[in-house]
């Protein structure tokens, strides 16, 4: 028997915690669990307004966790670029797309599914190709990954 891979186990817990994240805050507070939404709450007026006690606990956890686990097990090997505008410029793109999408994966991807919204079914199934065909390209077309 093959052993699995320490990453594959951790994206399972990743994926689990974020699963338990999103139903007790839509069983506890009657919310969807939309990452985006819950930030960008924090810089204009949304539409449905959420209170400190639901936005401060989710954005500490957000920034939180991955420095708890950078402390405990040191930062992971990675092929990010170190081109500060080119990361600028693709977080300024993907907080645009949340924006057209009218979300993002935890959004659609997580709740949205398991609600089976249509629109969230097709936002996840367009940002999923979006990304496999810009890495097919990245990767056998312009040869950079």
Do not use: Q, Y
């Not at 093959?2 to 009657?30: E, R």
């Not at 999408?101 to 190709?129: D, E, Q």
């Amino acid at each position: 028997m093959t052993a699995i891979p320490l990453d594959w186990l951790t994206g399972l817990a990743g994926g689990l915690m974020i699963g338990l994240a999103a139903a007790l805050l839509l069983l506890g507070n009657g919310r969807v669990m939309g990452a985006s939404g819950i930030l960008g709450s924090l810089v204009e007026k949304p539409a449905e307004p959420r209170t400190w006690r639901e936005t401060l606990p989710f954005v500490a956890a957000l920034i939180g966790a991955p420095a708890l686990v950078v402390a405990l097990r040191g930062a992971p090997d990675t092929h990010v670029t170190g081109d500060t505008g080119l990361l600028l410029l693709a977080g300024l793109l993907v907080g645009v797309g949340t924006r057209l999408a009218n979300g993002c994966t935890s959004g659609h991807g997580v709740v949205g599914m398991a609600r089976l919204s249509p629109r969230s079914i097709v936002a996840t199934l367009t940002f999923l190709g979006a990304g496999f065909v810009v890495l097919f390209l990245a990767r056998h077309v312009m040869g950079v990954i």
